[in-house]
Each structure stands twice: as C-alpha cells, then as structure tokens.
C-alpha cells in the first residue's frame, strides 16, 4: 500500500524556519494535485497550501500568505513546504496530501511546534 511519508517537522522559537518533504514510500504514478493540512489541537484539519500537477499553479489559506511556500519535484513525487516567520499558531500537526487518477493518499503527519 501506498504511504505518504512527512518529514522536517520539530521544534522552533518564534520567527525561525523549517522546511518540510514529503515523498511516497514507492514510487506511483498520475499524480495531481498536492497538498499540506494541517491540525492544531483542538480544531479541524486544515488547507494550508495547495500545488496543481506542473507546479505552476499555488494556492495558499491566507493566515500563511507570505510567510510559507509549497513546492514539488515530479520527478521525485516529492513535495515541499518552506515554512518562514513561524508564529505559535503555526503550531499543528502537518499533513502531506495528493491526489492521483485512482485515489487520495495521506501522509500521518508530522508535528510543528512553535515556541519560546
């Protein structure tokens, strides 16, 4: 079966930096559009940013407009995160999603924490 798999999550002080990846656990085809969720305790699940097939197409919920951006390499089925100017409300647990020709996949997630 098919994983997404989240990496580069961790702790950072207010203001620092992380970059997130995330890459399938084998390789798979006909992937579309990707995406990163995420959940702080508490709350839903939650669009943070979403990247079309080529790359040349990004959307972004607006409390990271500026500060995060989403990337892939097709030919490594990898997705990125640049995550800049972190903010405690930054802190959640962050999801790799994607979709293909048959089906969605999710990644487990990997837990951001900002803080002092």
């Known amino acids: 079966q098919v994983q997404l798999v989240e990496s580069g999550g961790g702790l950072v002080q207010p203001g620092g930096s992380l970059r997130l990846s995330c890459a399938p656990s084998?390789?798979?085809?006909?992937?579309?559009?990707m995406a990163w969720y995420r959940q702080a305790p508490g709350k839903q699940r939650e669009l943070v940013a979403q990247?079309?097939?080529?790359?040349?197409?990004?959307t972004y919920a607006d409390p990271v407009k500026g500060r995060f951006t989403i990337s892939r390499d097709n030919a490594k089925n990898t997705l990125y995160l640049q995550m800049n100017s972190l903010k405690p409300e930054d802190t959640a647990v962050y999801y790799c999603?994607?979709?293909?020709?048959?089906?969605?996949?999710w990644g487990r997630g990997t837990q951001v924490t900002v803080s002092s």
């Open positions: 990247i079309g097939t080529s790359g040349g197409t990004t």
């Open positions: 999603w994607a979709l293909t020709v048959v089906s969605t996949y």
């Open positions: 084998r390789t798979f085809f006909s992937i579309q559009t």
